[in-house]
């Protein structure tokens, strides 16, 4: 993998920020876009723009073509049986609401229990409140380790035959933490449970195979893997996705509408209700083609040296704490903190250099109490990053430290 060859795919590294070449160190929020991408959606605007499944003249056909076509692609990537395991949606957060909304409204009741982490985002923490309360069911989390990694022994004893719903992301957005997925799936299906996985953060970096992993239900979103914002995958085994009614209604997902009543149509369709996100799913599919180019196994080992680089330079600065595992343990992923220097304030001096870091509580609060710190920093790697970058950052670190110590000191 030449890092430089790839760099020159992505226009918007090409540029000056505050006067400074960009180093972009934020792609857990989102990654940037290689040309092929961006070209896919332009020719899809200018050359096939039209509906899907709906018309017979030639650009219909073409769409449909595409956007179908983008199902499989998909599908082969995440190694699903078949592409009526995939639909397409707006993004993970969309996914693991539809579960919640459908698939728990329908099979959790009163004293059952939902199971999850205190790592987990937002996205897979309210759904899951939301309908313990709607239930009457009890949200139940797995303890972390001191190095915010979970014990395959506190999981055993967290899932028992009450749990209905297991759900854990594969890699956390803060502490770069790698979950053991298949096996807390075996003991989730041990106790008659089914294992939802939030994949936002392990789909782009590594390869994912559902079906090795025994996910009953896995999410991700396009944007993250260099595909365009407002698309992302719910894949679900087939007889669960049979099994659930949708929980969004209108055209396009119908079979047949009567005057007091309506079915469905099969899956995955009867899902994606309205005008689906046709350029999207070509973006998408585009997207997934760049990544299966470059190997996800080279991205990951490259990711994973860049962390392992930025850790070892970070741990040489006085006052700066890395939270989560060693550096052979996580993804490519370093959250920290300086001493005394607020994280909002780190970043805008790191932004004054060039440097895109992201600062906040990265949508889990729960782990920002048990971090027992408000906010932390937190630099992301890609495919496209370089030490050079690495070092740049470590930089403009000591830099804001000496600025914010003259000043306070």
């Known amino acids: 993998m030449n890092v430089q060859d790839v760099r020159r795919q992505f226009p918007i590294l090409d540029q000056d920020v505050n006067g400074q070449p960009l180093v972009y160190l934020d792609s857990a929020a989102t990654s940037q876009k290689p040309k092929q ?160 996985v939030d994949g936002a953060q392990s789909v782009p970096h590594m390869k994912v195979d559902v079906q090795d992993l025994d996910a009953d239900f896995f999410a991700f979103s396009g944007h993250k893997m260099c595909g365009p914002t407002g698309i992302g995958v719910l894949y679900g085994k087939k007889h669960l996705l049979n099994a659930m009614e949708p929980i969004e209604f209108g055209g396009e997902m119908i079979d047949f509408v009567g005057l007091q009543d309506s079915t469905w149509k099969d899956l995955p369709w009867k899902f994606e209700g309205g005008t689906p996100i046709i350029a999207g799913a070509i973006g998408l599919g585009a997207a997934i083609d760049f990544l299966e180019e470059i190997g996800l196994d080279n991205i990951e080992a490259h990711e994973k040296r860049l962390a392992q680089y930025a850790m070892e330079k970070l741990s040489k600065i006085d006052g700066v704490t890395v939270y989560g595992p060693g550096p052979n343990d996580r993804a490519g992923i370093v959250t920290f903190n300086a001493d005394d220097v607020h994280p909002h304030d780190l970043a805008t001096v790191l932004d004054s250099d060039g440097v895109a870091v992201r600062a906040g509580h990265h949508c889990a609060q729960p782990l920002m109490k048990w971090l027992e710190v408000t906010a932390t920093a937190r630099a992301s790697f890609y495919l496209y990053n370089t030490e050079e970058d690495v070092d740049k950052f470590v930089d403009s670190l000591h830099k804001a430290k000496e600025y914010f110590g003259d000043v306070f000191g």
């Open 37 to 196: 991408v961006i070209e896919a959606l332009e020719d899809y605007y200018n050359r096939y723009n039209s509906n899907v499944h709906r018309g017979v003249h030639t650009l219909g056909s073409m769409a449909t073509d595409g956007y179908e076509g983008a199902r499989e692609k998909v599908r082969k990537f995440i190694g699903a049986s078949s592409m009526e395991e995939i639909v397409f949606l707006r993004g993970t957060t969309t996914a693991i609401n539809l579960v919640a909304g459908s698939y728990g409204r329908a099979n959790v009741g009163p004293g059952d229990e939902i199971v999850i982490t205190p790592m987990e985002h937002h996205s897979n923490i309210i759904p899951w409140q939301q309908l313990a309360k709607a239930t009457g069911a009890t949200l139940t989390y797995i303890p972390l380790q001191p190095d915010g990694s979970l014990d395959l022994e506190d999981v055993r004893n967290a899932i028992t035959e009450k749990a209905k719903i297991v759900s854990v992301m594969q890699v956390s957005n803060v502490l770069g933490t790698i979950n053991p997925i298949k096996e807390i799936a075996e003991i989730a299906h041990e106790n008659g449970a089914v294992m939802v």
